[in-house]
């Protein structure tokens, strides 16, 4: 399997390097982290329209590119090494997933093609937390899910929901102006994702709101899932690789004792475990790509595990690891590599932790037997 990139696939990640280069600095970060939507609805569209990448995954027949997985790995590298704040994991990687696979004809046509040409934002509510009944022609969701990666902003929420006294997982599609939803925001440490509490009080669905056969949700919400956790892991590496980056370059810069820290010997093998850990999470990450991008793979779930675990285990190790090299300075405002410490801390518990993604591993691979 070959894990380099296509020369289109590299034009398109050095055209997000160069526009997020521009339109995602720091002083940009940190003023959407301030905002109350947490990110620049002007640059989102901006990023559908113009750039088109909230179309990259959506077949063309629903008004997308038609690429594939491989591509949105791409890009979720890149955004990961600038901490871009923006509903792009939310939108492409949950919600327009879980539409692709269990949507109808006519869903797929209007939702997916009101994202990757209208930009419209998307949500995925999952969890245990909602359930459902029918009330004649409708069905009534009631209970509370949470977190919801930007459930706030959304404009479409994606929900899973369990019936009332029922095992049966169903899919539906509510918009956020729907009677009786109420959301909140819930206070993170990474305040460049946010994440959104749900609260289902009687919330009336229209049978059109059903994605895929009543009681036939599982298999689309884990192949979403799935997809989320493998575009999780690229932005991981993103935001591993830059810790590695920002602490190299301190460490050059750095004089202690009259000389540059990253001269000591103990430096020089911490940036080497770093880089280590970092390599050995993007080759799994890339694998994933790679079998994401494949019709039907039917192994994507152990490699989602198998790239989420070791990209959480690597970005927590190299951001940890970069804070350590700047010393005290590092947790203050003024140093960024505080920033990506709290994303990868708070990345490495989203969609299962490296320990619970290592057992689902074992389980599929026969080892826990």
Same mark, same amino acid.
């Given at each position: 399997?070959?894990?380099?990139?296509? *020369? *289109?696939?590299?034009?398109?990640?050095?055209?997000?390097?160069?526009?997020?280069?521009?339109?995602?600095?720091?002083?940009?970060?940190?003023?959407?982290?301030?905002?109350?939507?947490?990110?620049?609805?002007?640059?989102?569209?901006?990023?559908?329209?113009?750039?088109?990448? %909230?179309?990259?995954?959506?077949?063309?027949?629903?008004?997308?590119?038609?690429? +594939?997985?491989?591509?949105?790995?791409?890009?979720?590298?890149? &955004?990961?090494? %600038?901490?871009? $704040?923006?509903?792009?994991?939310?939108?492409? $990687? #949950?919600?327009?997933?879980?539409?692709?696979?269990?949507?109808?004809?006519?869903?797929? %046509?209007?939702?997916? =093609?009101?994202?990757?040409?209208?930009? /419209?934002?998307?949500? &995925?509510?999952?969890?245990?937390?909602? +359930?459902?009944?029918?009330?004649?022609?409708?069905?009534?969701? *009631?209970?509370?899910?949470?977190?919801?990666?930007?459930?706030?902003?959304?404009?479409?929420?994606?929900?899973?929901?369990?019936?009332?006294?029922?095992?049966?997982?169903?899919?539906?599609?509510?918009?956020?102006?729907?009677?009786?939803?109420?959301?909140? !925001?819930?206070?993170?440490?990474?305040? %460049?994702?946010?994440?959104? *509490?749900?609260?289902?009080?009687?919330?009336?669905?229209?049978? +059109?709101?059903?994605?895929?056969?009543?009681?036939?949700?599982?298999? /689309?919400?884990?192949?979403?899932?799935?997809?989320?956790?493998?575009?999780?892991?690229?932005?991981?590496?993103?935001?591993? !690789?830059?810790? #590695?980056?920002?602490?190299?370059?301190?460490?050059?810069?750095?004089?202690?004792?009259?000389?540059?820290? =990253?001269?000591?010997?103990?430096?020089?093998?911490?940036?080497?475990?770093?880089?280590?850990?970092?390599? @050995?999470?993007?080759?799994?990450?890339?694998?994933?790509? $790679?079998?994401?991008?494949?019709?039907?793979?039917?192994?994507?779930?152990?490699?989602?595990?198998? @790239?989420?675990?070791?990209?959480?285990?690597?970005?927590?190790? $190299?951001? =940890? +690891?970069?804070? !350590?090299?700047?010393?005290?300075?590092?947790?203050?405002?003024?140093?960024?590599?505080? &920033?990506?410490?709290?994303? /990868?801390?708070?990345?490495?518990?989203? &969609?299962?932790?490296? /320990?619970?993604?290592?057992? !689902?591993?074992?389980?599929?691979?026969?080892?826990?037997?």
């Amino acid at each position: 399997m070959n894990f380099a990139f296509t *020369e *289109e696939q590299e034009e398109l990640r050095a055209t997000a390097r160069a526009f997020l280069g521009e339109h995602s600095k720091p002083e940009q970060v940190r003023a959407a982290m301030e905002s109350e939507a947490g990110h620049d609805r002007a640059l989102w569209k901006r990023i559908g329209a113009e750039l088109g990448w %909230t179309a990259v995954a959506i077949p063309e027949a629903y008004g997308g590119l038609g690429l +594939s997985w491989v591509e949105v790995v791409a890009l979720q590298e890149i &955004l990961g090494e %600038t901490l871009f $704040c923006g509903p792009y994991f939310a939108t492409v $990687c #949950l919600a327009a997933s879980a539409i692709a696979s269990a949507g109808s004809e006519e869903q797929k %046509t209007r939702l997916l =093609g009101s994202i990757a040409g209208e930009g /419209a934002i998307a949500a &995925l509510a999952h969890g245990a937390g909602a +359930s459902w009944r029918r009330d004649g022609g409708e069905y009534v969701l *009631e209970g509370i899910v949470r977190p919801v990666v930007d459930g706030h902003c959304a404009d479409l929420l994606v929900v899973a929901a369990r019936e009332l006294g029922a095992s049966e997982l169903s899919l539906f599609m509510i918009p956020s102006h729907a009677a009786r939803l109420v959301r909140a !925001q819930l206070p993170t440490v990474d305040r %460049t994702r946010r994440l959104a *509490e749900l609260r289902f009080d009687s919330v009336r669905v229209p049978a +059109s709101g059903l994605l895929g056969p009543e009681g036939g949700g599982a298999p /689309a919400l884990e192949r979403a899932l799935a997809l989320g956790a493998i575009a999780l892991a690229a932005e991981q590496v993103g935001v591993a !690789q830059r810790s #590695l980056d920002l602490a190299v370059a301190y460490a050059k810069e750095r004089i202690q004792f009259g000389r540059a820290i =990253g001269s000591f010997q103990a430096i020089k093998h911490k940036c080497a475990d770093m880089l280590v850990k970092l390599e @050995a999470a993007r080759s799994a990450v890339y694998w994933a790509g $790679c079998v994401a991008a494949e019709p039907g793979a039917a192994n994507l779930a152990l490699a989602a595990s198998a @790239a989420k675990a070791a990209a959480s285990d690597a970005v927590f190790f $190299c951001a =940890g +690891s970069a804070l !350590q090299i700047f010393g005290g300075v590092g947790f203050t405002a003024e140093y960024d590599i505080q &920033l990506y410490f709290k994303r /990868a801390r708070a990345s490495a518990a989203l &969609l299962g932790d490296a /320990a619970w993604h290592r057992e !689902q591993v074992a389980q599929r691979i026969g080892l826990d037997t």
